[in-house]
């Protein structure tokens, strides 16, 4: 299952040319606001190191690495909630996605125009945030309405879901998001039911020209650490055109490191976000296929088993789990089963990253 993320920021901040570095779908770029109108969609492949050492030891089986989705959203400008620029129209899009990437302009160019002016990463990230938390306000509001009703009557859990409205809504009048506060374990299907915008988790993406990082990038790096979120540097422009010149990923990371870059955008904004949405990678080698799949941290054998098909999980009888450096020393899956280092797991078994799994189910 992809993960999903939607790119947010004001106009110009480079969102559509983040987009083509990190998907290589060639979405457009001009030199002016709001060239983005309809909301792009693209599916990257997660380069993954663990998944090309075990297909080594499979070769005569298909591949088939985890996906990424990225959504990128039209800019948002001051007022969009209220319906200015085309980004109210949008917001909506940001709904369907587990977290946010919030592209922000770190690069000085004469020729593209900043929609405020001049560059002010506090103040451009500010902006953004106010419009998410405003469009919050209105969803939080309009359903407060209509819970109340039930809650004067003496409706008793329509007069809790008041006191939780009531709670978000204080958090977002003070200008805060809504991820900062915590939430009990009865509380959490409302909030998934609500799906506040300043709920999902954000990476920062401080989109810099090619000379690399520098004092404003620099400065959102401040923004998120005061956060606590999560943020990268990319030069956008830079790996946007080698995405493009280059199909060839060997090609690709050959120029590269010819700019002093070790890996690629895709490879950092993926290990980051993963980290944000606490998810980890299990494989298979299953049938024809070698294959990575990821899910929530924590999550147990028969629910793991579920993301590859729902009926493992009320199915499984167990799983026998290969740890993936145990079975690249051995060489083969035969060798390790020999070898006596093949776990079997129950119901209870945690998943850990890096695992190798098959699922017998009845």
Partial sequence: MSRTFGLVGLPNAGKSTIFNALTLAGARVEAY???TIEPHHGVAAVPDERLDQLHALFPEKKKVPTTIEVVDIAGLVEGAS??????NQFLAEIRGVEAVLHVVRCFEDPDIAHSMGKLD???DIRVVERELLAK???TLLRRRERTAKAARTGDKPAQEEVAFLDRLLTTVDEGKAIRTLQFSPHELPLLRELAPLTAKPVLYVANVGD??????SRAVGDVARESGAGWIVIRGKLEAELGEACRDEGERQAFLREYGLAESALVRLVREAYRLLAVITFYTVEGPE???WT???GTKAPDA?????SDFRDRFVLAEVMHLPDLLAAGSERALREGGRIHRAGRDYTVQDGDVIHFIAA
């Fill in 33 to 35: 606001p709001f060239c």
């Fill in 82 to 87: 209220q319906g200015e620029g085309l980004g």
């Fill in 121 to 123: 990463v506090r103040r």
């Fill in 136 to 138: 919050d306000r209105e």
């Fill in 211 to 216: 000379a690399g990082e520098n004092e404003l």
């Fill in 290 to 292: 070698v294959r990575a």
């Fill in 295 to 297: 899910i929530p941290a």
């Fill in 305 to 309: 088993g579920a993301a590859i098909h």
